[in-house]
């Protein structure tokens, strides 16, 4: 699908009859009824991030979400962001084993481009669209503690590779993000977290989802991205996955990239007992409200056995 194929999509219910949208809404009830009160993390990234009539749909479906008694929090991804920033400032990138090695000034590009531009306007957006959304990064309230993250050499596990401030994530105290839901409010969350000595850690947001999902013992935890789900090596959707079955994915390369955090996250989140993972298609117009309050399955659902 294209974005204009998608922006057309999003808007475009005049030819659905008042009584079949009237049916609509009612069948969303019990779902509603279901996940009344519980949390919903959602990672946020790739496309769905980056054309605007996707982000208004976005911003709605949260808002919406709130209103009807589910308390969704919102993680943010950014790499396209602060790729174009750091090219813009003329700095190169280098990489060792796909991971962008941040120095000082690299971090500080980071921080800019998360928790200045893109949380702030995913929370423009959400309140925009009637919510009360507040921004935090992994410092706020001492949420994310960090520390170094350890990259061993991929042929020489001996050796270890120094890539910066890229962080692991050490613990996360959510009691920052409860006080905000019990508040009538959206957390919007950076994923930046801080070590001992006060120093600032990137980490991957799909990790920081996964990780909040599982400390706020979540209902759902949703990965938004730019693809329909998990893809086998003949790019048909795996609508249902499995640890052992990811396992073999990994190990024989077919998934791959940013896929491979993501898939970690998920499983992690599953089976620390967050009831229900899923890796949906941002680009989809409403994907989150349909994949909450609909019966019908999106992407790829991720079991925790
Ligand atoms: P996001 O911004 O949503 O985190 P990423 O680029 O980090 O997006 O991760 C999603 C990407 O992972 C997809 O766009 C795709 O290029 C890549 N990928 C690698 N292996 C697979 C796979 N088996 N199925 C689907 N996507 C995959
Ligand atoms: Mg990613």
Sequence with gaps: MTKSDASALSTDVSHIAPREKAEILSQALPYIRKYHG??????YGGNAMTDPALQQDFAEDVVLLKLVGLNPVVVHGGGPQIEELLGKLGKKGHFIQGMR???????????WVLAGEVQQ????????????????TGRDGGMIRAKKLKVQDKDDPSKEHDIGQVGDIVSIDPSVVKALQDDQFIPVVSPIGFGEHNESYNINADVVAAKLATVLQAEKLLMLTNIRGVL??????????TPR????????GTISGGMIPKIAGAIDAAKSGVNAVHIIDGRVPHAMLLEILSDQAYGTMIRSK
């Design 232 to 241: 086998d090596k003949e790019g048909q959707l795996l609508t249902e996955l």
């Design 38 to 43: 519980k949390t919903i993390v959602i990672k």
């Design 245 to 252: 079955r990811i396992d073999e994915l990994v190990a024989d």
């Design 101 to 111: 090695v941040t120095d000082k000034e690299t971090m500080d590009v980071v921080e």
């Design 121 to 136: 306007d995913v929370v423009g957006m959400i309140n925009a669209a009637g919510g009360k959304a507040v921004g935090l």
